[in-house]
């Protein structure tokens, strides 16, 4: 089955205890992204990657960090995770190098840091 | 950079009927997709709509690029319906992701 899986589904952590998302998708696509959503501020785009070993910022990269080392894979990493993180995230992924084709989105973690 | 609003805001129905929801976008676009968000949170993608019509089921969407506007149609609704509806557009052909509207939150009553 065609498929974004992202892991862990929900966490509770606490300040400044690093920890990663991982993202994986079975589709061989090379566009990936990382979005996280709040309460009235709506989804918004952390980082993204347009193909292995290449990565931009998107609007609110501030406090994490990704990698792109492998074409399925694409952890998103809270190095010293704070309680403005806590969120729902949200990984994507699509056959383009960029967002104008459809895209696809993993179930979810949420995320709350005490 | 683009703007994307939805309406209305929130919906509630009984279970059966129709409904329209609508987005506007105030640019071109290059991608223009429609979700529904679970109670559970979960994205699910409903149509990937740039222009033109389309129709799975009880669900079709219509976008008019030219007028910037997008439509999604629900007919003979049912509870598990419920939920948030999100139009979301990437503009100028950038890898910058998509923007989304602030949803239109449907509850669809039995």
């Known amino acids: 089955e065609a498929q974004v899986t992202q892991n862990p589904r929900y966490l509770i952590t606490v300040t400044g205890k690093k920890l990663t998302v991982t993202c994986s998708q079975n589709?061989?696509?090379?566009?990936m992204s990382w979005y996280r959503q709040d309460p009235g501020l709506g989804l918004r785009q952390i980082y993204y990657?347009?193909?292995?070993?290449?990565?931009d910022k998107g609007d609110v990269p501030e406090g994490y960090k990704v990698s792109r080392k492998e074409k399925r894979n694409f952890p998103l990493i809270l190095e010293s995770p704070s309680p403005n993180q806590t969120s729902l995230y949200f990984c994507?992924?699509?056959?383009?190098?960029?967002?104008?084709?459809?895209?696809?989105f993993g179930p979810g973690t949420r995320l709350t840091v005490t | 950079g683009i703007q994307v609003e939805q309406s209305p805001p929130d919906l509630i129905l009984q279970e059966g009927a129709n409904s329209t929801l609508r987005c506007n976008f105030s640019?071109?676009?290059?991608?223009l997709q429609w979700f529904h968000q679970n109670p559970w949170g979960q994205l699910i993608n409903l149509f990937y709509?740039?222009?033109g019509t389309k129709q799975n089921g009880r669900l079709s969407a219509t976008t008019v690029a030219t007028e910037r506007y997008s439509l999604l149609y629900i007919s003979s609704s049912q509870t598990t319906d419920s939920g948030v509806y999100f139009c979301?557009?990437?503009?100028?052909?950038?890898?910058?992701?998509?923007?989304f509207g602030k949803g239109t939150h449907l509850i669809i009553q039995p």
């Open positions: 990657s347009m193909n292995v070993e290449v990565t």
């Open positions: 589709m061989n696509h090379e566009y």
């Open positions: 640019d071109s676009v290059n991608n």
């Open positions: 994507a992924s699509s056959r383009s190098r960029d967002a104008t084709y459809e895209q696809y």
């Open positions: 979301a557009v990437n503009s100028g052909g950038g890898a910058d992701g998509l923007t």
């Open positions: 709509i740039p222009s």
